[in-house]
């Protein structure tokens, strides 16, 4: 798999720069883990869904983060 290092957020908005491509993909893997580890095979259509996005503990997340 091919990853891109990138900014989580500008700078300018209180983000911050992810210091390796590493700790990027750690970041990544940890939010996937967290809401339940979702899959969707597109070719398949298989799916594993672990979380909605109108779960109140979502909704909570998004607005403290």
């Not at 983000?15 to 939010?31: D, T, Y």
């Not at 339940?36 to 983060?65: L, P």
């Amino acid at each position: 798999m091919k990853v891109h290092a990138c900014a989580v957020a500008p700078r300018n908005q209180g983000g911050i720069m992810a210091s390796s491509v590493e700790n990027l993909v750690a970041a990544a893997e940890a939010e996937w883990q967290h809401w339940g580890k979702s899959t969707w095979n597109v070719v398949t259509g298989a799916r594993h869904i672990g979380h909605r996005d109108d779960e109140a503990a979502f909704a909570q997340y998004v607005i403290k983060h």
